[in-house]
Nanobody, 123 residues
Framework: QVQLVESGGGLVQPGGSLRLSCAASGFSLDYYAIGWFRRAPGKEREGVSCISSSDNSTYYADSVNGRFTISRDNAKNTVYLQMNSLIPEDSDVYYC????????????????WGQGTRVTVSS
């Protein structure tokens, strides 16, 4: 069964850090680009970051650039999102999904969405 499972969310104070994980099962991430997205209740889903499979190129939304870092460990079939200097506006449910090889700016191209992990940034 093809599946992505996110983990690592939680409650953190402003300025704190979290590391999210996106673990794949039933298929290898080697040939896929992996994107991280987020959506708060009542808001549209937003692309946060992506890492390609071909050359590990990375992309970040302007709102997280310089604070978040995406990485992949193909041996563990897992992608990570290191989130530093968190602010309350980062509070969302975070999802990962895959697209073939190269990151796409179109969310409709992504598949195998995980169930999400909730991040809450609050004092």
């Amino acid at each position: 069964q093809v599946q992505l499972v996110e983990s690592g969310g939680g409650l953190v104070q402003p300025g704190g850090s979290l590391r999210l994980s996106c673990a794949a099962s039933g298929f290898s991430l080697d040939y896929y680009a992996i994107g991280w997205f987020r959506r708060a209740p009542g808001k549209e889903r937003e692309g946060v970051s992506c890492i390609s499979s071909s050359d590990n190129s990375t992309y970040y939304a302007d709102s997280v650039n310089g604070r978040f870092t995406i990485s992949r460990d193909n041996a563990k079939n897992t992608v990570y999102l290191q989130m530093n200097s968190l602010i309350p506006e980062d509070s969302d449910v975070y999802y990962c999904a895959v697209v073939s090889r190269i990151c796409s700016e179109h969310m409709t191209n992504y598949n195998s969405w995980g169930q999400g992990t909730r991040v809450t940034v609050s004092s």
